[in-house]
């Protein structure tokens, strides 16, 4: 059966959230990115697909132009037919990313060529354990004064990870302000790094982004931020504490395993020619 695709948020969300929330580990983008949208993020040409099979709901797909489309934890079997029907629809899709299998299942069927691809790693908060030794300085929630801040340290962050660009993140780093997500850590009177952790969906966190700018780095802050953005979570009421690393970054894995985090899955964002 062929996919249906939308733009009306709350119908989707009505039909496919509650698919997404039977695995908010494996599903943890997808439900952010829908939470974003629903408060009226990423609004312009929004793509929301869904496949069903004798009346429910089996797959579905999220795209926020310009970013890649997003696939959830979906049948391998249902991937060719989205490629398929988004081909047929001639939809603009720069890039996908999802579970590994499966973003390269949809890159094998698209038209364009791989021009290239960002390994992940999704992981998932055991036993937190506070770094050793702690650095100097100390967490406190970002507020509406480092919103300029932390909009120029965003664009930092997105441009060191070659993310799609230009997005102006002002909308985006407000509302997280606005719900507490994001968290600073000061050292000497000042910020030196931020991280941030969505709000819990089916007791998920995801935390992200983290970034210490380069003049900071070294010095523990993102070993420390990170265990104080998931304390944070987990005292919200998280009941699980996710992120997602750079395989290309050996530094951040390692930090992330010291404090307690262990692999689930491999994860890719690969990007069309």
Same mark, same amino acid.
Not at 88 to 97: D, L, N, S, T, Y
Not at 138 to 162: H, I, K, N, P, T
Not at 171 to 186: D, F, G, T, Y
């Given at each position: 059966?062929?996919?249906?695709?939308?733009?009306?948020?709350?119908?989707?969300? &009505?039909?496919?959230?509650?698919? !997404?929330?039977? =695995?908010?580990?494996?599903?943890?983008?997808? !439900?952010?990115?829908?939470? *974003?949208?629903?408060?009226? !993020?990423?609004?312009?040409?929004?793509?929301?697909?869904?496949?069903?099979?004798?009346?429910?709901?089996?797959?579905?797909?999220?795209?926020?132009?310009?970013?890649?489309? !997003?696939?959830?934890?979906?049948?391998? /079997?249902?991937?060719?037919?989205?490629?398929?029907?988004?081909?047929?629809?001639?939809?603009?899709?720069?890039?996908?990313?999802?579970?590994?299998?499966?973003?390269?299942?949809?890159?094998?069927?698209?038209?364009?060529?791989?021009?290239?691809?960002?390994?992940?790693?999704?992981?998932?908060? =055991?036993?937190?354990?506070?770094?050793?030794?702690?650095?100097?300085?100390? #967490?406190?929630?970002?507020?509406?004064?480092?919103?300029?801040?932390?909009?120029?340290?965003?664009?930092?962050?997105?441009?060191?990870?070659?993310?799609?660009?230009?997005?102006?993140?002002?909308?985006?780093?407000?509302?997280?302000?606005?719900?507490?997500?994001?968290?600073?850590?000061?050292?000497?009177?000042?910020?030196?790094?931020?991280?941030?952790?969505? #709000?819990?969906?089916? &007791?998920?966190?995801?935390?992200?982004?983290?970034?210490?700018?380069?003049?900071?780095?070294?010095? &523990?802050?993102?070993?420390?931020?990170?265990?104080?953005?998931? *304390?944070?979570?987990?005292?919200? &009421?998280?009941?699980?504490?996710?992120?997602?690393? /750079?395989? #290309?970054?050996?530094?951040?894995?390692?930090?992330?395993?010291?404090?307690?985090?262990?692999?689930?899955?491999?994860?890719?964002?690969?990007?069309?020619?």
């Amino acid at each position: 059966m062929a996919w249906t695709f939308t733009s009306d948020v709350e119908v989707y969300a &009505g039909m496919a959230e509650p698919w !997404l929330l039977r =695995d908010p580990v494996r599903n943890t983008v997808p !439900l952010t990115v829908l939470r *974003a949208v629903r408060s009226g !993020l990423w609004g312009d040409d929004v793509l929301l697909g869904r496949l069903e099979r004798d009346g429910r709901i089996v797959a579905t797909a999220i795209q926020t132009p310009p970013h890649a489309l !997003l696939l959830p934890d979906i049948p391998a /079997d249902t991937v060719l037919d989205l490629a398929t029907d988004l081909i047929e629809k001639e939809r603009v899709v720069p890039g996908v990313a999802g579970p590994l299998p499966l973003a390269e299942a949809f890159a094998a069927s698209w038209w364009r060529p791989e021009a290239k691809r960002r390994a992940e790693r999704l992981y998932r908060l =055991d036993v937190l354990v506070g770094p050793d030794p702690a650095p100097r300085g100390a #967490s406190r929630v970002a507020v509406a004064d480092d919103l300029d801040l932390l909009v120029r340290w965003g664009e930092e962050f997105q441009a060191e990870a070659e993310a799609v660009g230009p997005v102006d993140l002002t909308p985006l780093v407000a509302s997280r302000i606005a719900r507490r997500e994001l968290i600073v850590w000061e050292a000497g009177g000042r910020p030196v790094a931020f991280a941030g952790a969505s #709000s819990p969906i089916g &007791g998920m966190s995801r935390v992200g982004p983290l970034y210490t700018p380069a003049e900071f780095r070294r010095r &523990g802050y993102g070993t420390a931020l990170s265990h104080a953005v998931s *304390a944070k979570v987990l005292t919200e &009421g998280a009941e699980e504490v996710l992120l997602f690393t /750079d395989l #290309s970054n050996p530094t951040s894995n390692s930090i992330y395993r010291a404090i307690g985090y262990r692999p689930v899955a491999d994860y890719a964002s690969i990007t069309f020619a």
